[in-house]
């Protein structure tokens, strides 16, 4: 078991431009979220998946972006058409969907709007 | 609907002393609550978690934090900073189970040798 892993680290993409990012989770992990981070503020919370149903999306997701987990293992989080306010930190976490048990963050990947 | 207020931004211990986060939540049901530590470019990592159980949680790298239901309060302790310990701690609460979690503003914590 690695942990949860996101790719890339670091995405540095022009205004106007789409980029899309991928999270691994832990492997039996049914449970998969995406939150981004901007400097000084908590992870907000954008949405999650059970296995491969996306259960919620936050108001935060707007219709330029779109997570997807196919078959439900990994899973992509596009942005279309990035607006500086787009960069963040974008993290992934896993979990089983026993009540108590804790969610597991990957790294991030960091965004840069330029 | 939950929420979560950390006061203090920023925190500064001298190494060796008490170090005390605090954090005060809000829930409309009875909360699952947690503390989370980053590092600087990292990912959260988990410090220690309440699912209503016993109210004094203990986590791992010495830190503890007490649940206090009359005080709507999740602070976070330990008696003997470490240099180590600098980073970048989060408060979070979720309406029981790990579904949406609501994280508070996050509070650095300097230590000073």
């Known amino acids: 078991d690695t942990g949860v892993s996101q790719n890339p680290r670091h995405k540095i993409t022009k205004r106007g431009q789409n980029v899309t990012f991928r999270c691994d989770p832990i492997?039996?992990?049914?449970?998969l979220y995406w939150y981004r981070q901007t400097l000084g503020q908590g992870p907000e919370f954008l949405t999650y998946?059970?296995?491969?149903?996306?259960?919620?999306k936050s108001r935060l997701l707007s219709d330029r972006f779109s997570a997807e987990r196919p078959k439900g293992s990994f899973s992509t989080l596009e942005i279309q058409r990035t607006e500086q306010g787009d960069s963040a930190m974008y993290l992934c976490?896993?979990?089983?969907?026993?009540?108590?048990?804790?969610?597991?963050f990957g790294q991030g990947t960091r965004l840069t709007v330029v | 609907a939950q929420s979560v207020t950390q006061l203090g931004s920023h925190v500064s211990v001298s190494e060796g002393a008490l170090v005390l986060l605090r954090c005060n939540y809000s829930?409309?049901?009875?909360?699952?609550l947690f503390w989370y530590v980053q590092y600087p470019n990292q990912g959260l990592q988990l410090l220690l978690k309440?699912?209503?159980?016993?109210?004094l949680v203990k986590g791992i790298n010495g830190f503890e934090a007490e649940f206090k239901k009359s005080e709507t309060s999740f602070h976070l302790t330990k008696p003997s900073a470490h240099m180590s310990d600098a980073a970048e701690y989060f408060c979070?609460?979720?309406?029981?189970?790990?579904?949406?979690?609501?994280f508070g503003t996050g509070t650095k914590l300097q230590v000073i040798p």
């Open positions: 976490a896993s979990s089983l969907s026993k009540g108590d048990t804790e969610a597991f």
């Open positions: 492997s039996e992990h049914n449970r």
């Open positions: 998946f059970q296995n491969e149903a996306q259960l919620e």
């Open positions: 829930s409309s049901v009875p909360p699952y």
């Open positions: 309440y699912t209503s159980a016993a109210t």
């Open positions: 979070a609460v979720t309406p029981g189970g790990y579904q949406k979690v609501t």
